[in-house]
């Protein structure tokens, strides 16, 4: 247990579907990040929030939503996925710049 | 941030010390040194990081050298559960920016 939890662990949705990913942390960090891991491929950013500001995106498509309405909350939000979409997505937290601690990640699966 | 060169795997028998390497010549007097690892289809876990100063936690211990040019991590009795993809990053100071690039990192296996 890292104390950031991610919910749900796994989903399978359609290209015409809308769905939520939520990740929560109980560390009292200031900043949460949101990570994309695509199979075979390195873990790439794609949100960074700090106090829940958005301070990067990484040129993520727009069909990709992230909010955050406090420190210790931060979902993405789905709508019209490609298959490509389909990846591990992992959410982390920090307190500012120091060591990052990372959920399970939820499984994503695009039909 | 640095760019980091880590061989793509590596093998160590279980109750050996496993070391792995990471060539950044190009580090910066400012710029830490990250590790983390990725047991499979799971999230990073952080090990450890350094300055310039080895440092030791209960995970592993982390070699850096003189000119910081590289790094070792050394797990000293590795076990089958630290088979993980390690990876090396470097990174400035908690104030410059919060994000971590991930490159390929290290396969390690730990074979009974």
Known sequence: ETGVTQTPRHLVMGMTNKKSLKCEQHLGHNAMYWYKQSAKKPLELMFVYNFKEQTENNSVPSRFSPECPNSSHLFLHLHTLQPEDSALYLCASSRDGDEQYFGPGTRLTVT | ?112
Not at chain 2, 12 to 32: K, V
Not at chain 2, 40 to 54: A, C, E, R, V
Not at chain 2, 93 to 98: D, E, I, V
């Open chain 2, 1 to 112: 941030d640095a760019k980091t060169t880590q061989p793509p795997s590596m093998d160590c028998a279980e109750g050996r010390a496993a070391n792995l390497p990471c060539n950044h010549s190009t580090i910066s007097g400012n710029e830490y040194v990250y590790w983390y690892r990725q047991i499979h289809s799971q999230g990073p876990q952080y090990i450890i990081h350094g300055l310039k100063n080895n440092e030791t936690n209960e995970m592993a211990s982390l070699i850096i050298t003189e000119d910081r040019k590289s790094s070792t991590l050394i797990l000293p009795h590795a076990t089958l559960r630290d088979t993980a993809v390690y990876y090396c990053i470097v990174r400035s100071g908690s104030n410059s920016g919060y994000a971590l690039n991930f490159g390929k990192g290290t396969s390690l296996l730990v074979t009974p």
